[in-house]
């Protein structure tokens, strides 16, 4: 589907390079690193979610899983915020690497939990371990990601990214759905988990094989920059630097923060009250392939050259807005018919043959699309801002730490007990109001003309005229400009 098109045009003020050919042009190609990249995203994080896709891990209670994912998502929503720092300094393979391993223990401690029922702890420790791991490979894998491709090539890189990422929760789910399909019972068996760590434990090895991102060369002819920063100091001084020369990013935080908020309504207060461990799985099922097709789709209209990009940009926010309006105008119908207190017994929940199931499992299609479709979004904006993978890597940084508090809050809400309609109006609201504090953004900062920084140069000079007073090797170590890095 992804195929490597016509050699985009570098601007002509930046030098370019020939491309190696061969299996050694094949191996340094982008499109052959991203799809590495996203096989990392299958095997951990993809696989991790085709088992949480089911409603409290597929676990009978929802509730230890819940307090699981409250401790991952909180700590993972305050590393995040430094794991850009850490990126740049150790390297985006290593620090992928290091993100895998709490995948792995995440699967186990549910397997854990299923052979012995009072292991609860160790699922919340596990998670608080996961919630490191997850903040230092998502913040590598959207730095390498909105750094690789050329502007026209972001939405389909991004949507290559997306598409094998969630392939992995369609396999998931399949095994899933293949354990179960013949259970009407409320809980997956150890079979299912089992399964799943294998196939984690193998992606484990592909950030090894990755190739070094300062030997890449987009297709364009242009270098991947990388940062080269010598000190933890003056990784932190750009993590605030990042914030001071690009003020206008706190317009997307309320975006970020309520962009996966969703989930603990999804998995837990729709899927996994309302139907069997039959239908949970096959609603996970089709939940990650609408995923895949959201992601595609839009993908492809971001990167329609047809259009300018503040069209595409201005487009994709208003197909965001629609889809939120007609997914929660739909759930809302279904919500005002059950509460936590009145949800039907284990015995008695919804199975695939029953009347009333085919809108249900198809409204949960249009939920997975609109994740899809939102997460593309915000990554393809995030993408038009910067040329410079140091600053890329904050970004993504702050992307992921303030999107992981924002559900943690909503995990700990479901734990606790909160009624079903508070979390699901709290849900709607604040997607809407996220999609409307982005919209300045996107007027002030998307361009129909790619610059490495849109709105204004980031060398000594700009600092200087803040009156700030910095060293000149720490502002080369942090400011850089991509073309002097070759």
């Known amino acids: 589907m992804f195929v490597v098109g016509p050699i985009q045009e570098a601007p002509k003020d930046v030098q370019r390079y020939e491309r190696p050919k061969g299996i050694k042009g094949f191996y340094y190609n982008p499109y052959t690193q991203m799809a590495m990249l996203g096989l990392v995203c299958f095997t951990c994080p993809g696989?991790?979610?085709?088992m949480t896709g089911l409603g409290g891990g597929g676990q009978i209670s929802a509730t230890i899983s819940a307090n699981a994912n409250t401790a991952l998502y909180a700590i993972f929503g305050f590393f995040a915020f430094f794991s850009g720092s850490i990126t740049n300094v150790l390297g985006p393979r290593l620090t992928l690497f290091l993100g895998t391993t709490g995948y792995v223990l995440g699967l186990g401690s549910y397997l854990a939990l299923n052979i012995h029922p009072?292991?609860?702890?160790?699922?919340?420790t596990a998670g608080s371990i996961q919630g490191v791991c997850a903040g230092l490979l998502w913040t590598a894998q959207g730095a390498l990601m909105m750094a690789y491709p050329t502007d026209a090539q972001r939405g389909k890189f991004i949507g290559l990214i997306w598409t094998i990422y969630n392939l992995g929760g369609v396999v998931g789910a399949a095994v899933s759905l293949g354990e179960n399909i013949h259970l009407?019972?409320?809980?997956?068996?150890?079979?299912?988990?089992i399964a799943l760590i294998v196939l984690n434990a193998i992606g484990m090895a592909v950030p090894l094989l990755m190739a070094d991102p300062q030997k890449m060369i987009r297709t364009d002819g242009t270098k991947v920059t990388t940062p080269r920063q010598p000190t933890w100091t003056s990784e932190f001084y750009g993590l605030y630097h990042t914030l001071k020369t690009d003020p206008f990013i706190l317009l997307l935080f309320p975006m970020f923060f309520s962009s996966i908020w969703y989930y603990a309504w999804q998995f837990n207060d729709y899927n996994a009250a309302l139907f069997n461990i039959r239908a949970r799985s096959l609603n996970n099922f089709v939940y990650w392939i609408a995923q895949i097709l959201g992601s595609v789709g839009i993908g492809l209209f971001l990167d329609q050259q047809r259009l300018s990009r503040r069209a595409r940009a201005f487009s994709g926010w208003a197909i965001v807005l629609a889809l939120v309006f007609l997914v929660h105008v739909w759930a809302y119908i279904y919500q005002k018919q059950y509460t936590r207190e009145s949800v039907p017994p284990d015995s008695v929940k919804m199975d695939i043959y029953d009347k009333g199931y085919p809108a249900k499992i198809i409204l949960y299609i249009f939920c997975g699309a609109l994740?899809?479709?939102w997460q593309t979004t915000v990554y393809w904006v995030l993408g038009t801002m910067s040329d410079d993978p140091a600053k890329l890597a904050h970004f993504a940084g702050f992307y992921k730490g303030i999107q992981s508090a924002g559900v943690a809050i909503a995990f700990r809400a479901d734990a606790v007990g909160v009624p079903y309609m508070t979390i699901f109006i709290t849900m709607w609201c604040l997607l809407v109001a996220g999609l409307l504090f982005a919209l300045p953004m996107f007027y002030l900062r998307v361009r129909n003309l790619p610059t490495e920084e849109n709105l204004e140069d980031t060398r000594t000079p700009s600092i200087e005229a803040h009156g700030m007073d910095v060293k000149e090797k720490d502002v080369e170590s942090v400011l850089v400009r991509p073309a002097d890095r070759d």
């Open 371 to 373: 994740d899809a479709i």
């Open 184 to 193: 009407k019972t409320n809980g997956v068996g150890n079979g299912t988990y």
């Open 118 to 124: 009072n292991a609860g702890w160790f699922l919340i």
């Open 47 to 50: 696989l991790y979610n085709a």
